[in-house]
């Protein structure tokens, strides 16, 4: 068999920066595991000799740095938020500014329905008529559950009313809570993150690194040994 190689073959042997390529392709397939094993150890080996360059700096840069975090922390803790905090009151304010027209919209549906001589005064009048002759043919037996399954859901529909009806109330203090409270949020979103769950996820993280800071000595001398 014949081996044929380039005129540049030789040359391309001969240039540092092609060493580590050519030998990537030399049993690829065998050196893969131990190339991606490596690989780990020295992203492993980046991380830890970062954080060391870290806990290394500027003494008086690490204190100013750990007053920045403590206050952030402190702030963030201050304000005691729950995930999911911030759509939950943006729901309520938006029912309570709301309460004026949500009462006369229920009030007036209750009405058209209950009143006398009502809309479910006359679905019902509807149902008996047609209860009277449902037995003649199987349409006319349709129609009639059609109207009295109607009038039953309508029936239910004007207890939920009510029941709504009487729960519902305005609580202009309430309201200046909210607003006060998703006001706060508003602040601390500017500094922080754009929602209550980042907030809380960079608290976290500050509060791991203030250990760090605060831990110094031991970090680095676990880090060393590492």
Known sequence: MLDIHGQHDNQLLMEDENHLHLLDQFGA???????????????QYMKTAQKLRQLSE??????HRLDLLQFQLEEIE???????????????RHQISNYEKIYSSLQNAYNALRNEQGG????????????????????????????SNSYYLLEDSTFQMRSMLDQL???????????????EMKQLKRKYGTTVEEILEYAAKIEEEIDQIQNRDSHLQTLKKN
Do not use: C, H, T
């Not at 500027?58 to 204190?63: L, S, T």
């Open 169 to 183: 109330e305005f609580d202009p203090a309430r309201l200046d809570f909210i607003e006060s409270r998703l006001n």
């Open 29 to 43: 397939e065998e050196i893969a595991p131990a190339l991606l094993q490596y690989q780990e150890a020295y992203d």
């Open 78 to 92: 201050a304000a005691q938020l729950e995930p999911g905090e911030d759509e939950r009151l943006q729901e309520e």
């Open 58 to 63: 500027n003494e008086q840069e690490m204190v």
């Open 120 to 147: 479910l005064d006359w679905v019902g009048m509807s149902s008996s008529e047609l209860e009277q002759v449902s037995e003649i043919n199987d349409d006319l037996k349709k129609l009639s559950e059609q109207v």
